[in-house]
């Protein structure tokens, strides 16, 4: 029986696999927090990896508070980009197939056409150059792996702006959101069935862009989980310039999923559809 390890287990990502794994049962899974695979101890990861010994890996474990990357990069850097080196050298030398999560902050948002897989990368943030960092180590050690650059994840689990929305909506009777960064938000549970149905699929290695289908800002991201939610507080548009923080983001950052939709037959959902399902 096959061995997938899934790194930041309790992650939104990881959660949602875990809810899909027992529906794959001909694979074991081993669901690793940060205590069974180390991300910011490289030395101990190395040993947990040799102990654990699976045959697919998920990297879906990463730092990922944007703004606090700005005063901790080394941390950053170690999880982002160091245990990405060596998971994708383990897995290189051990011919296991990896998928690791990226990002589309690997991007400066300087686009107004959605995004390939072929665009030049120029992050302007902490967070966004410890995953692209991330991303060049693990080619370089491993040109047989997947990346999936993912955005605006969010899920049952964990923090993310679909839950805090919720929780602001009900609590406050007004509140804005910045209207001027634009892109597609990402239902983890999608995203975790589409890397299941990768590892299924014939493997082709590379860099590979996945998010729901729609071309929204955060504001009117925030009006759908509103009409969801049938929430009574008024949502305002405001400009990022109104909303200052310690990163930058990009201003845009659709992605285009044309290269993943072709290469493993994935039918890629309406953002406003897989919102629903959450909802439910």
């Not at 941390?75 to 998928?99: D, G, M, Q």
């Not at 605006?152 to 609590?171: A, C, D, H, I, P």
């Not at 299924?200 to 009006?223: D, K, M, Q, R, T």
């Amino acid at each position: 029986m096959k061995k997938i390890l899934v790194t930041g287990a309790t992650g939104q990502l990881g959660s949602e696999l875990s809810i899909l794994a027992p529906d794959y049962s001909q694979y074991e899974w081993i669901f690793a927090d940060r205590t069974k695979a180390t991300l910011d101890n490289l030395e101990l990861l190395q040993s947990q990896l040799e102990v654990i010994n699976p045959d697919v890996i998920f990297n879906c474990g990463a730092y990922t508070a944007v703004d606090k990357a700005e005063t901790e990069k080394e941390l950053a850097f170690t999880i982002n980009h160091l245990a990405v080196e060596l998971i994708a050298k383990y897995a290189f030398k051990n011919s296991i197939k990896l998928i690791h999560i990226s990002t589309d902050y690997v991007f400066d948002g300087s686009s107004s056409v959605a995004l390939d897989e072929e665009v030049k990368t120029n992050p302007i943030n902490v967070y966004g150059e410890s995953k692209l960092a991330g991303e060049i180590a693990c080619l370089k050690e491993n040109p047989n792996s997947i990346i999936i650059r993912t955005s605006w994840v969010y899920s049952k689990f964990g923090n993310n702006f679909v839950k805090t929305m919720q929780r602001l909506m009900q609590e406050r009777s007004e509140i804005n959101v910045v209207n001027d960064q634009v892109g597609s938000p990402t239902y983890a549970a999608d995203l975790a069935q589409a890397m299941i149905d990768i590892i299924n699929s014939n493997w082709v290695s590379g860099i590979y862009n996945y998010s729901n289908e729609g071309e929204i800002s955060w504001y009117e991201f925030a009006l759908s989980i509103k009409e969801f939610g049938k929430y009574d507080c008024k949502v305002g548009g405001i400009p990022s310039s109104a909303y200052p923080t310690p990163a930058k983001r990009p201003s845009f950052s659709l992605l285009n999923k044309e290269k993943i939709k072709a290469t493993y037959n994935l039918d890629v959902t309406d953002y406003k559809k897989s919102l629903e399902k959450m909802f439910v």
